[in-house]
C-alpha cells in the first residue's frame, strides 16, 4: 500500500511535468483507459496495465479517480461522448431537417469500422446490461441526445417541415431508435449503401407537408 508521504512524492514529482507537455497527467491516464477498454474488453483492463500504458505511477491512478471502476466509466462516458457528439450537433446546427439528415448519413460514411470511439461504445452498451452506475450514466447521454433531437424536431415543425400535430418527445425517440439503428447497421455491414440509405431516410422522414394533395 502507497503510504500518504510517497503519495504526495509522486503527485509533488507529477506537477513539475515541463510545461510544454500539452497533456495533462489526469487525461493520459483517461486516453490509455479508453484504448485499453478498446482493445482487451471492459473486465480484462487492470491500473498496472493502464499505467504502464499511460507512463504514470500506478498511484497517481487512486490519487485522480479514487476507484478503477470510476475512472472506466469517466474513459469509457468521455469517448463514448466525444464519439456521438459531432453528428449530433451537427443535425441541430443545420439549417433544413434535410440538411440534418444528410449530416447524419456523412457521419456514417466516415465511421471507423474498428475505431476505439466505436468499439468502447459497444463495450460500455454490453457492460450496462450488467453494472447499474454504468448503465446510468448511458442513460444520461442518450436522454441528452434524446433532448437534442426533440429541439431538432421542433424546429423543423416551426419551419413547416415536419407536422405541426406531431408529438416531439415521441419523435425525437424514433428518431434517436432508428439513428442508432443505422449505426449499428452501418459496423455490421460495412459496404451498407449509404447512399441508398440517404435516399430511403431523407424519403420516409423529411417528406414535405406543405403543397401536397
Request: zero cysteines; a negative charge; hydrophobic letters at 45%.
Amino acid at each position: 500500500m502507497t503510504s500518504r508521504a510517497s503519495l504526495n512524492q509522486v503527485v509533488k514529482a507529477d506537477a513539475q511535468e515541463p510545461p510544454t507537455r500539452t497533456e495533462t497527467t489526469r487525461q493520459k491516464i483517461l486516453d490509455a483507459t479508453a484504448l485499453l477498454i478498446a482493445e482487451l474488453g471492459w473486465a480484462a483492463v487492470t491500473t498496472r496495465a493502464i499505467a504502464e500504458r499511460a507512463g504514470v505511477n500506478n498511484a497517481l491512478i487512486h490519487y485522480y479517480f479514487g476507484t478503477k471502476d470510476g475512472l472506466l466509466i469517466e474513459a469509457a462516458s468521455t469517448m463514448f461522448a466525444e464519439e456521438f457528439e459531432g453528428p449530433m450537433t451537427r443535425m441541430a446546427a443545420a439549417g433544413t431537417f434535410t440538411e440534418g439528415l444528410q449530416a447524419f448519413v456523412d457521419y456514417l460514411r466516415v465511421i471507423e469500422d474498428h475505431g476505439p470511439g466505436v468499439t468502447v461504445s459497444v463495450e460500455a452498451l454490453l457492460r450496462g446490461v450488467r453494472d447499474e452506475g454504468v448503465r446510468t450514466w448511458i442513460e444520461g447521454l442518450l436522454g441528452g441526445a434524446r433532448l437534442l433531437l426533440e429541439q431538432v424536431v421542433m424546429a423543423a415543425q416551426a419551419r413547416g417541415e415536419l407536422p405541426a400535430d406531431l408529438d416531439p418527445t415521441g419523435a425525437a425517440a424514433v428518431l434517436a431508435a432508428l439513428l442508432d439503428g443505422l449505426v449499428l447497421y452501418r459496423l455490421v455491414f460495412p459496404n451498407l449503401d449509404l447512399d441508398a440509405v440517404e435516399s430511403s431516410l431523407l424519403g420516409l422522414l423529411a417528406a414535405p407537408t406543405k403543397g401536397t394533395p
